[in-house]
């Protein structure tokens, strides 16, 4: 075995079930790994005294011969928009600062058990509302390969986590690209599944017609065995998907028809949409992405052109009803029942008024006028339901593609992670640059990130892979297979070998 903070969610897990090594080493280890690299900024709340408490009842398991599952021991942490019963749940916002919540997630409770040892909580943009983490009201996270930049977000103390090799893997949530995008930025894989796949119980809302939770791992095959574990129908969310529990790693590993050793990607159709090459599109990300699919091409796939011709719309609509729904789903934070409550106040008016303006930062204040403004009386039709029409024909216009392809492919992002502080003065241009992601986001499909080569300032390029509804599968074998034939993926950012 190689040094334990290099091995990923499977090889861990067979090292495990072999007894070869102890969770109780492969947690100490990280432990002082995430100690030693407290400057990236990545966790909010380390819980090591609980996971060395886990690790250890794992081992006794295993000592005894009790069979457990694969995951068994194997360490990963929360983003911090998961709430988890006996540790802080904050959101990133300080408006949440020293809550703790009498439930666990339900993606949490999954994980735990199947027997992941979660270590804590990752920083995130306040509320999942972000695309660099620098909104977190706990400080910014450090990008790995290049500690001057960003990591992406809203999932950045997931993404740099992973990058940093200080957890195998990750949970994230993405509601308009927040696990694909800074696992494209820092170099890692990650899906989001479709909507409804994953539980949205005990997840902050943001913006519930949108939100879903995913992992982030070093490979294709570690978010497979992750996404198994963590999904599955909840009766406590409305809108989960009602069906069985699925095996991704399996899916992953079905043959195609047709398929050869050296061809396992005979006869998938990569749909390519001209929207998401534009003549904007930064040229580094633009060759590192073609260059990958070249490297499908090689594999077996063929190519297809295919047409998105909502694409740059997207931007509008979900920058109204993401704030739409964020602005009611954050009414519920009136420092009444919980969460930062002003320490004077005239009256009730003045009590909500202080705590709601003092809790939240610039970002989500912005989100909540932008929302209550769409959804007034007056403005609904012309902004709010204009947009809710629009979201449909974005998702007819998927659907029209998917008769010409198996998967659709282009960047994540059009620029590699961004310096620190760039966009302090422009929230429009973050917005703008989520416009890969946006689309599937709002078609409720499923999309992932994968290491697909480096660019300007040695900064990584995620290739986006977007797939049909529930399928997960394809994007995951296909995602596979490339990592199999490339090592994108397994490269180590210098300063974290
Ligand atoms: N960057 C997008 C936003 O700020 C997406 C965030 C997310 O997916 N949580 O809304």
Redesign the pocket.
Known sequence: MTALHHEGVAALGRALASRQVSSVEVVSHLLGRIEAHRALGTFLHLDAGRALEVARSIDERRARGESLAPLAGVPIAHKDIFVTKGAPSTAGSKMLAGYESPFDATVVSRLAQAGCVSLGKLNC?EF????SNENSAFGPVRNPWDTGRVPG???GGSAAAVAARLLPAATG???????R?PASFSGITGIKPTYGVCSRWGMVA??SS??QAGPLARSAEDCALLLSAMSGFDERDATSAQRPPQDFDAQMRARRTGASASKPLAGLRIGLPREFFPAALAADVGATVRAALAAFEGLGATLVDVSLPRTELSIPV??II?PAEASSNLGRFDGVRYGHRAAKYVDLLDMYKKSRAEGFGPEVKRRIMIGTYVLSHGYYDAYYLQAQKLRRMIADDFRQCFTQCDVIAGPVAPTVAWKLGAQDDDPVA??LA?IF??PA?LAGLPGMSVPAGFGEGGMPVGLQLIGNYFAEGELLRAAHAFQQATDFHARVPEGFQ
């Open positions: 943009d999942a509302m972000g695309s977000g809203s999932s949530t993405d509601t308009g690209g927040s696990i995008q943001f913006a949108l939100d979900y920058y993401a973050a917005y989520d992601t946006l986001s």
